[in-house]
């Protein structure tokens, strides 16, 4: 008992002493000299701020308002709290000069230049009211143009071959806290949280151009122990994802809630070619999605094993101007021809609703595995009903099923569609579908971009239903069961549930 009191008073003293210590000096970034006219490089006078500082102990070090305080490169220190002020712009330099080159590169996203970046530091703290604005349109070119060479709305804004990203690196630190700030215009990622342990990001905001180049909001990376609460997100990329990379460890007990997300990609998101360590432990809950592509996206593609996760409490719409939206995706595919088959099992997704026009997909190719998924009181509401059928030919997408694998599945007519599973349960679907003729003004996007294809559609949108839909389309389903009394198909001579090669359980 001793022993135990003598090791919880030396936690409680460590914990008062790097409280003590981070409260002892506060300083303003002024008395170093720096100015806050937008013009005038800071980078130095931060830098030696926080230096200062942290071979003191630690404290804080303010950027105040009013001003906005241009920067390059700013290496952040252990037991360093960074306080933007409200009415504060900490403003990223648009020259990639002023950029350190501090991490190996890893892909056109994940670059050596950021503005923010700490290293192996622990007890750090970015907090404030204010901003920091990544000077994003400065790592940008003009937007791609359509195929008469003319530049129109939607398509993707186009990156410079280098670009500050990821705007803010925490690599290989402990004990992090991230919170109230607002992120603008990253050059690309905006908040990379990599191979690091015990992490809160809480009440930030990060706004971005709806279009702009591979603007993830947060990207967890090789990180245990993660709490991300009540943000805001805005983005075009993905907006939380959670990725392992050959350089990063596994992805372990990470947590999202009550956040609302709005992304032309992937709401909430779990790997793709970011898959090659474990994730466990995993829950999403209590979230908005607005106009994804994907409101959830769960995929292994190198040889991972994802296990016990659960999503709870989602409202999401589909909303955006592309083709093959889904409201939840879930596949293991391979990468490349000689990628190790992955693992997806123990997933639990209930109280999820979503507005679409498109379908849930689960897949696995032959030789990885998807197994134990229950999808419990799932709402769907359609204004329109797309036809996946006529453009599954040519589709490129990455995160798309292979035709090759799933020559079937891909253009399956059916709000949910599944291949290749091990128990599956889907129970109390209810679906609405389309109570207009036409499609609904805010769904008829006069052009849908093709993801990871420069193929662009023009739709007739005279017609709410292209086509119609089973409830329930599966080949190869190893056990499980469907129950599903308030759902119907979306019309009375197409079957409710067309059903091949499998041992699912159908309860009436």
Same mark, same amino acid.
């Given at each position: 008992?001793?022993?135990?009191?003598?090791?919880?008073?030396?936690?409680?003293?460590?914990?008062?002493?790097?409280?003590?210590?981070?409260?002892?000096?506060?300083?303003?970034?002024?008395?170093?000299?720096?100015?806050?006219?937008?013009?005038?490089?800071?980078?130095?006078?931060?830098?030696?701020?926080?230096?200062?500082?942290?071979?003191?102990?630690?404290?804080?070090?303010?950027?105040?308002?009013?001003?906005?305080?241009?920067?390059?490169?700013?290496?952040?220190?252990?037991?360093?709290?960074?306080?933007?002020?409200?009415?504060?712009?900490?403003?990223?330099?648009?020259?990639?000069?002023?950029?350190?080159?501090?991490?190996?590169?890893?892909?056109?996203?994940?670059?050596?230049?950021?503005?923010?970046?700490?290293?192996?530091?622990?007890?750090?703290?970015?907090?404030?009211?204010?901003?920091?604005?990544?000077?994003?349109?400065?790592?940008?070119?003009?937007?791609?143009? %359509? %195929?008469?060479?003319?530049?129109?709305?939607?398509?993707?804004?186009?990156?410079?071959?280098?670009?500050?990203?990821?705007?803010?690196?925490?690599?290989?630190?402990?004990?992090?806290?991230?919170?109230?700030?607002?992120?603008?215009?990253?050059?690309?990622?905006? +908040?990379?949280?990599?191979?690091?342990?015990?992490?809160?990001?809480?009440?930030?905001?990060?706004?971005?151009?709806?279009?702009?180049?591979?603007?993830?909001?947060?990207?967890?990376?090789?990180?245990? %122990?993660?709490?991300?609460?009540?943000?805001?997100?805005?983005?075009?990329?993905?907006?939380?994802?959670?990725?392992?990379?050959?350089?990063?460890?596994?992805?372990?007990?990470?947590?999202?809630?009550?956040?609302?997300?709005?992304?032309?990609?992937?709401?909430?998101?779990?790997?793709?070619?970011?898959?090659?360590?474990?994730?466990?432990?995993?829950?999403?809950?209590?979230?908005?999605?607005?106009?994804?592509?994907?409101?959830?996206?769960?995929?292994?593609?190198?040889?991972?094993?994802?296990?016990?996760?659960?999503?709870?409490?989602?409202?999401?719409?589909?909303?955006?101007?592309?083709?093959?939206?889904?409201?939840?995706?879930?596949?293991?595919?391979?990468?490349?021809? %000689?990628?190790?088959?992955?693992?997806?099992?123990?997933?639990?997704?209930?109280?999820?609703?979503?507005?679409?026009?498109?379908?849930?997909? +689960?897949?696995?190719?032959?030789?990885?595995?998807?197994?134990?998924?229950?999808?419990?009181?799932?709402?769907?509401?359609?204004?329109?009903?797309?036809?996946?059928?006529?453009?599954?030919?040519?589709?490129?997408?990455?995160?798309?099923?292979?035709?090759?694998?799933?020559?079937?599945?891909?253009?399956?007519?059916?709000?949910?569609?599944?291949?290749?599973?091990?128990? +599956?349960?889907?129970?109390?679907?209810?679906?609405?579908?389309?109570?207009?003729?036409?499609?609904?003004?805010?769904?008829?996007?006069?052009?849908?971009?093709?993801?990871?294809?420069?193929?662009?559609?023009?739709?007739?949108?005279?017609?709410?239903?292209?086509?119609?839909?089973?409830?329930?389309?599966?080949?190869?389903?190893?056990?499980?069961?469907?129950?599903?009394?308030?759902?119907?198909?979306?019309?009375?001579?197409?079957?409710?549930?067309?059903?091949?090669?499998?041992?699912?359980?159908?309860?009436?």
């Amino acid at each position: 008992m001793r022993k135990e009191m003598r090791k919880m008073l030396w936690v409680i003293g460590i914990s008062m002493t790097s409280f003590t210590v981070t409260a002892q000096q506060a300083v303003s970034i002024l008395s170093f000299g720096a100015k806050g006219d937008g013009k005038t490089l800071a980078t130095k006078s931060i830098q030696k701020a926080i230096d200062q500082v942290a071979a003191k102990g630690g404290g804080k070090v303010i950027i105040p308002a009013p001003g906005v305080f241009m920067s390059g490169t700013i290496h952040l220190r252990s037991n360093i709290n960074l306080e933007v002020e409200a009415g504060a712009t900490l403003l990223g330099s648009p020259n990639i000069k002023d950029y350190d080159s501090v991490t190996w590169g890893h892909n056109i996203d994940r670059q050596p230049y950021h503005l923010l970046f700490a290293d192996s530091a622990s007890n750090l703290m970015i907090s404030g009211k204010g901003t920091i604005d990544g000077n994003g349109q400065a790592f940008w070119k003009e937007w791609e143009k %359509d %195929d008469k060479g003319q530049m129109v709305i939607p398509r993707w804004l186009l990156a410079k071959p280098r670009k500050v990203s990821p705007l803010i690196e925490i690599y290989r630190c402990f004990n992090v806290s991230i919170q109230d700030i607002t992120i603008r215009t990253g050059g690309g990622w905006n +908040l990379h949280l990599y191979n690091s342990d015990v992490v809160k990001v809480r009440g930030i905001n990060i706004d971005n151009n709806i279009y702009s180049p591979n603007s993830d909001g947060i990207d967890i990376t090789g990180c245990n %122990d993660v709490i991300v609460s009540d943000c805001y997100i805005k983005t075009c990329d993905d907006a939380i994802c959670l990725k392992t990379t050959k350089d990063s460890r596994s992805c372990n007990r990470i947590t999202v809630n009550n956040c609302i997300l709005e992304t032309l990609c992937v709401g909430l998101k779990m790997g793709c070619n970011e898959s090659n360590k474990d994730m466990t432990d995993i829950t999403f809950s209590n979230c908005i999605i607005n106009k994804s592509s994907r409101a959830i996206g769960i995929y292994v593609k190198d040889g991972a094993v994802y296990d016990r996760i659960t999503i709870s409490n989602i409202v999401s719409n589909t909303n955006a101007p592309l083709i093959f939206n889904r409201p939840i995706q879930i596949m293991v595919n391979g990468l490349q021809p %000689d990628s190790k088959p992955g693992i997806i099992r123990n997933v639990l997704i209930s109280n999820f609703v979503c507005e679409t026009e498109g379908r849930i997909l +689960l897949t696995s190719y032959e030789g990885g595995l998807i197994e134990n998924i229950q999808l419990q009181n799932i709402t769907l509401r359609y204004p329109m009903i797309e036809d996946p059928l006529p453009m599954v030919a040519g589709s490129g997408s990455a995160q798309f099923p292979k035709i090759k694998e799933h020559p079937e599945a891909v253009g399956a007519r059916a709000a949910i569609v599944a291949e290749n599973i091990r128990n +599956l349960v889907i129970e109390n679907l209810n679906i609405q579908w389309p109570q207009t003729d036409t499609t609904p003004l805010l769904w008829a996007h006069p052009e849908r971009i093709e993801n990871g294809s420069a193929r662009i559609h023009r739709m007739n949108y005279d017609k709410a239903r292209q086509t119609e839909f089973s409830v329930f389309w599966g080949n190869k389903i190893q056990g499980g069961y469907l129950s599903n009394r308030l759902a119907s198909s979306s019309s009375q001579g197409i079957s409710k549930y067309e059903i091949r090669n499998s041992s699912i359980e159908v309860i009436k």
